[in-house]
């Protein structure tokens, strides 16, 4: 049975039923019709089962059941939409456009410049921390100075100093030095010192001087007792009051009558290598 014979069969229920429960008053019309109209020419509803059977037999549903069997045979067609493929998201941060990767080079070309202007500013101000000053520091007899001391002056030691010293003009010691001491020229007279010395030019130890410890200078003059190395780039002269328990490492040595050395002496910083002139000679005679 078809859509429209169920229909049909509905719509003569409903009637029933409405017919049932009030008195409709209406006109009859020609039964060849089929259609019942009011006074004022609108359809209403036909009184019985047969009349409203009657209107639906007139009616031609013949031609919308054949349509309704020929969408119900005809296939469904389904149109597959494309599934659009999700864009792809770059990563900008990754990708740095030309113009911020020149600005990258451009700020890396300005922080090593400054670098390389701060390194020169430390050169010259190191340069200039490397001056040696005119003013000369006195330590007097009496006092006694427990610490390191530095300047870029000179000094005079007739006290006592317990610490380093490390100064950049001469040093004159006629007092006591418990520590390392180095300077620009160092002279010693009648003085106490316990620890190395080292020297940029030159040392003199005078008379009545004892040093307990190595001594580094390029040229070096010694009269007083020193118990320690001797290693100088120079000539190293001893003098005939000279006392040395120590070994000797100089470009040449100068010893006076009446020095005395214990120790080993080596020009090792002289001009000519006697191994090397040996070994020569040795080539030679093959």
């Known amino acids: 049975m078809g859509f429209f014979s169920e229909l049909k069969e509905d719509l003569s ?37 047969e009349d409203l059977g009657r209107m639906l037999d007139s009616m031609d549903f013949g031609e919308l059941e054949e349509e309704e069997e020929e969408s ?26 030309e113009y911020e990767e020149y600005n990258m080079e451009m700020r890396e070309e300005e922080v090593l410049q400054e670098e390389a202007q701060n390194k020169d500013m430390e050169t010259e101000n190191f340069k200039m921390t490397d001056e040696v000053s005119e003013e000369t520091a006195i330590i007097t007899a009496g006092m006694v100075i427990k610490g390191d001391i530095s300047s ?11 610490g380093n010293i490390d100064i950049l003009g001469k040093l004159n010691i006629t007092g006591t030095i418990d520590g390392g001491s180095k300077a620009a020229d160092v002279y010693a007279e009648k003085a106490r010192i316990n620890g190395d010395v080292q020297s940029s030019a030159s040392i003199k130890i005078g008379q009545n001087t ?19 190395d001797i290693d100088v780039k120079g ?19 100068q010893i006076n009558n009446g020095a005395v050395i214990e120790g080993l002496c080596s020009q090792c910083y002289a001009d000519v290598n006697p191994s090397s002139f040996f070994e020569d000679i040795k080539k030679a005679r093959k």
């Open 13 to 49: 229920q409903a009637v029933n039923e409405l017919v049932t429960e009030e008195e409709a008053v209406v006109e009859t019309v020609p039964e060849e019709e089929g259609v019942f109209e009011s006074g004022a020419g609108e359809s209403i509803l036909p009184e019985t089962s």
């Open 72 to 97: 119900a045979d005809m296939p469904e067609i389904t149109e597959e939409i494309p599934e659009e493929e999700p864009e792809e998201i770059s990563d900008e941060s990754s990708e740095i456009p």
């Open 152 to 162: 870029r002056g000179s000094l005079d030691v007739v006290g006592t100093i317990e």
């Open 210 to 228: 004892i040093v307990i410890g190595n001594i580094y200078a390029t040229s070096a003059v010694i009269a007083g007792a020193v118990k320690g």
């Open 235 to 253: 000539p190293v002269i001893l003098d005939d009051s000279a006392i040395v328990m120590g070994n000797i490492k100089s470009k040449s040595v």
